[in-house]
């Protein structure tokens, strides 16, 4: 009976070993399972943000660099500065003015002053999207690019018609909200081909146009704010998010 008891003990033993063992199997079968499934999901995520990226760097114009932004508003504090000194220096730009902006010497040299930095901000804009362009490994000139300069021409050609109308016609009046009106719509069209956030600064400079339009008068201050203030803004921002941790 001791004998039989042994046995029956051993056979036990051997069997609860066995089935432990059994569970050791399978606890590593489970980890080495799960510890795959991690990696490939891991894996998958990586393939899923990498196509992401290449679909958005496809569909929308991802070059333009925040440094364009702020040196486009460098250039049009520059430009208000100078329009002050020549309209209202030495008195505050909130009041009285020392010549008319209707005189054609001053309108010309204003003109002449809008176009300067025009310019410069065109081709510093070039400069610096050319510059990330390059650095990112995205074509300079795509479809992409064509399809966000048209989107941003077309209200800026007929902004540039209807000004120039104004111009003729003597309503001076209208120029500084008609500027800040046609360019907020520009960005606003262009948002559907570049980053989310210039819709932002479309809608500060159409607030900022019927702003001007309501108070007549002080559309150089609210030019230099709108192009100047506003577009270092908007630049810094842009460069901050998404180029200076690169």
């Known amino acids: 009976m ?3 008891a042994s046995k029956i003990n051993n056979s036990c033993f051997f069997d609860a070993f066995r089935n432990l063992s059994l ?30 990226d290449m679909m958005e ?39 009285f003015r020392f010549v008319y902006v209707n005189q054609s010497s001053v309108l010309l040299k204003l003109l002449v002053a809008a176009a300067l930095v025009l310019i410069a901000s065109v081709l510093s804009g070039f400069y610096f999207s050319r510059r990330k362009a390059i650095a990112s490994g995205l074509p300079v000139w795509s479809a992409i690019t064509r399809r966000f300069l048209f989107s941003i021409l077309v209200p800026l050609v007929s902004g540039a018609v209807f000004i120039g109308l104004m111009l003729l016609k003597g309503n001076l009046e209208i120029v500084a909200p008609a500027c800040l009106l046609f360019y907020g719509l520009a960005l606003m069209n262009a948002g559907n081909f570049t980053y989310s956030e210039i819709r932002v600064l479309g809608a500060l400079e159409i607030g900022l146009g019927l ?7 002080y559309g150089l201050i609210f030019w230099g704010a709108g192009f100047g203030l506003l577009h270092i803004a908007y630049g810094a921002l842009m460069y901050s998010r998404y180029e200076s941790k690169h």
Request: net charge positive; glycine share 8%; aromatic share 18%.
């Open 2 to 4: 001791r004998v039989q």
């Open 23 to 52: 569970d050791f199997r399978i606890a590593d079968c489970y980890f080495v399972v799960q510890s795959t499934f991690m990696g490939n999901t891991t894996d998958f995520q990586k393939d899923l943000a990498s196509i992401r």
């Open 211 to 217: 702003i001007s339009a309501w108070i007549p008068g």
């Open 57 to 95: 760097k496809s569909s929308r114009f991802v070059s333009l660099s925040g440094l364009s932004g702020i040196f486009a508003g460098l250039f049009a504090l520059a430009g208000t500065v100078y329009a002050y000194f020549l309209i209202y220096y030495p008195n505050s730009p909130f009041g």
